[in-house]
C-alpha cells in the first residue's frame, strides 16, 4: 500500500523532523563533557584538573551560593568531574567510552564544605618546588634514579598543616639538589596503604638501589636538610679547556646542573673566585 503526502502534511513532517533534529543537538550540547566543566584541555596533568577544581570549588560552592536553588546540583557535576579525572583508571574508561563506560561507578554525591576546599584540599598544589605525586606517577617518579623527599599527609590532620610552612621553605631551599614531593593520602588511600604509611605526616626518602628511609627526626628546616644531604651523591670533575664543552652539553643532556668554582693558581696555590 502506497501513501501519499499532501502539501500539508509533508510541510508539518519536515517540521517535526527539524524539531527532533534541534531537540538532540540541545541533548548533545547541554551534555557538557568533564574536562569542559573544569575548563581543562584533555592533556591536563593531575596538578592542572586539582588546581581547576579548586578554583570551581571556591566560587559554586553551595555554601557561598545559598540563594541559588541549582547551587547543589551544579556543584555535583564538577564535583563527579573531579572524581573521575582525578583517578587514572577511571579517567582512562571515560576519555574511551565516555560516561557510557563510568556507568558501574556511581560517584560525586557528596561533597565536602567550602572550608575544607580553601584550606585543605591539595596543600602543596601552588608551589612550583613541591610535586604532588598521585598513583599513577608515583613509582615513575621514585624509581627514575632522582633522589626523592617525600611528604605522605592527610588534609584533615593537624599536624600535617603545621609541617607545610617549613616543608614548603626546605623545598625552596633544595630546589635544583634533590626532588621534594607530596602524597595526599585522602585522595590516594590505596597509595598510601601499599606503601605502608599509617601516621601522619610520615617522611621518606626513597632513592632507586635502596629501600625506602623514614624520617624521625624533629621536624625543622636544619634537620630535614641535614638527614637529606646525607644520600646526596656528588662527583668532583676538573674542567679544562679541552674538556669543558663537552663536559658542559653532557650535563644539559642529562638534565643534571653544575657548581662549577674557578680558581687560579698563585704560587702554588690554588685561589677560588
Sequence with gaps: MEFVLS??????YLRF?????????VLVCTDQDYYSLLGVSKEASSREIRQAFKKLALKLHPDKNQNDPNAHENFLKINRAYE????????????????????????????????????DFGIYDDDPE??????????????????????????????????????????KE?????????VNCGDNRMLCRIKGINSYPSLYVFKTGMQPVKYYGDRSKESLK????????????????GNFVNAIETSFASGL?????????????YVKY
Design 7 to 12: 502539501k500539508g502534511d509533508h510541510t508539518r
Design 17 to 25: 523532523l527539524l524539531l527532533v533534529l534541534v531537540c538532540a543537538i
Design 84 to 119: 573521575v579525572l582525578k583517578d587514572e583508571d577511571l579517567r582512562k574508561k571515560y576519555d574511551k567510552y565516555g560516561e557510557k563506560g563510568l556507568e558501574d561507578q556511581q560517584q560525586g554525591g557528596r561533597y565536602e564544605s567550602w572550608h575544607f576546599y580553601r584550606y
Design 130 to 171: 613541591i610535586i604532588t605525586l598521585d598513583r599513577g606517577e608515583f613509582d615513575a617518579a621514585v624509581n627514575s634514579g632522582e633522589l626523592w623527599f617525600v611528604n605522605f599527609y592527610s588534609p584533615r590532620c593537624s599536624h600535617c598543616h603545621d609541617l607545610a610552612p617549613t616543608w614548603r621553605e626546605f623545598a
Design 174 to 182: 633544595m630546589d635544583g639538589v634533590i626532588r621534594i614531593g607530596a
Design 226 to 241: 641535614n638527614f637529606a644531604m646525607q644520600y646526596v651523591t656528588s662527583t668532583v670533575t676538573e674542567l679544562w679547556a
Design 257 to 269: 646542573g653544575w657548581l662549577i668554582t674557578f680558581c687560579a693558581e698563585r704560587g702554588g696555590k
